[in-house]
């Protein structure tokens, strides 16, 4: 294998939406390869989210401290989400706390926004850190005015693809705090398309699950008006209320049930069983094709 094959490999499988084991196989054989030649901290942090997708956490954490010996900003931030969120099995405030502060020091601006926003929800919720409510809402505020303006950021990030759904979400909430409802649900509806996006761009990257989740049920919460119709996240509102759905894909009908369940909600649809709305939303598939990936073209809903 040369360099320039084994890029090749790398870049087949980031523009491949599907992969097989012979792909995945592929893709490690080159990042291997090009780590041991280039001893590049980018081939490190890239094989470590490919692990952190597979769910291989040691070997995530392994690849990401590799990186973060060359001083990768990148990685400080892998490492902090690693410890934030326990990856591995274990969480760790005092270092997820450290690697954060780490990738803030960051001259990239969105790597460094990125760092920042979990370090004001370190102190939103007193992790490691003494709660300062004011200092959390200090930290937001100045972000999101820092996104208003992503003409004004140093990133290598193109500006088509600069967006913090989740700072929106932060957002929303103290402007519901604030009694400035339309505001809050306005951020709440950009942050739910950008969440949809990223699920259907990425369907393996489950954290964006639970984000859209999240952004979901507070709209239903704090805005019920279908004005716009239902889509697929809807059923996270829908199961909890006992209702199911359903929608067309390739002029076929497709029907979503929501079943109670030893005291849960099971989902059931084209003839297999998911025992939540998150199960659902990680496995269901229609032809081998994850569904939130085929999100753009599902239609025409309906509540059943």
Known sequence: MTVEEARGYVTDYYLSETHSD????????????????RNDPNDMHNLAWFYAEERVFDLQLKYLEMAAKQEFFPAYEGLGYYWYYGHGGTVDYEKAFHYF?????????????????????????GYYVGKDEARY????????????????????????????????????????????????????????????????????????????????????ENSIDWEDGIDLYDLFWLAREGL?????????????????????????????????????????KIGGRPLTALYNDLNRYRIA
Request: proline share 2%; glycine share 4%.
């Open 101 to 125: 502060s780490k990738g803030a020091g960051s001259k990239d601006d969105y790597l460094r926004i990125g760092c920042e926003c979990k370090l004001a929800d370190m102190y939103h919720y």
């Open 22 to 37: 012979e792909d995945k196989f592929s893709f490690v054989e080159a990042l291997h390869f090009l780590i041991k030649e």
């Open 137 to 220: 809402k200090g930290i937001i505020e100045r972000l999101f005015l820092e996104m208003s303006h992503p003409e004004d950021l140093r990133t290598v990030v193109d500006m088509e693809f600069i967006c913090e759904p989740s700072l929106d979400v932060r957002v929303a909430e103290i402007r519901l705090e604030q009694g400035r409802h339309a505001e809050a649900v306005k951020l709440l509806r950009r942050a739910r398309v950008i969440f949809a996006e990223y699920l259907r761009s990425n369907p393996s990257w489950w954290g964006n699950i639970e984000e859209i989740e999240n952004v979901v049920m507070r709209l239903h």
């Open 244 to 284: 199911s759905m359903s929608f067309c894909y390739q002029k076929c009908r497709f029907k979503v049930e929501c079943l109670e369940d030893e005291g849960g909600i099971a989902i059931r649809f084209n003839n297999r069983w998911y025992r939540d709305t998150r199960d659902f939303f990680e496995k269901a």
